[in-house]
């Protein structure tokens, strides 16, 4: 009967001792999943950072050039507005004369 006590005692004993590991275990694996999500979070929010900055880099270029092209576009048609005018000043200014002075 002792004997069984023992036993019993003992049982009881490994159980709490099982069950305060697993206890353990489950607070270990809870922070060991927290540091990896926390560091997943990281990583992320860093590639999102890099593309971000590579975007910016991208859309600062694409949007240079298209300032270029309309500077361009502006100057040919500010050149042909110059030609236009150096072509028909003489016409133009007649013209405008005759109807002031109603000829």
Do not use: F, H, P
């Not at 009967?1 to 709490?16: F, L, P, V």
């Not at 999500?37 to 593309?51: F, T």
Request: hydrophobic fraction near 30%.
């Amino acid at each position: 009967m002792k004997d069984m006590i023992s036993r019993i005692i003992e049982m009881d004993k490994t159980a709490r001792d099982l069950t305060q590991r697993a206890q353990k275990d489950k607070i270990n694996l809870e922070n060991e999943i927290k540091l990896k999500k926390d560091e997943i979070r990281n990583e992320y929010l860093e590639r999102a950072r890099k593309r971000l900055t590579i975007n910016e880099k991208t859309e600062r270029n694409l949007a240079e050039e298209q300032k270029l092209k309309i500077i361009e576009n502006y100057k040919n048609i500010s050149r042909s507005i110059d030609d236009l005018y150096n072509k028909n000043c003489d016409v133009w200014v007649n013209s405008i004369v005759k109807n002031v002075l109603g000829e």
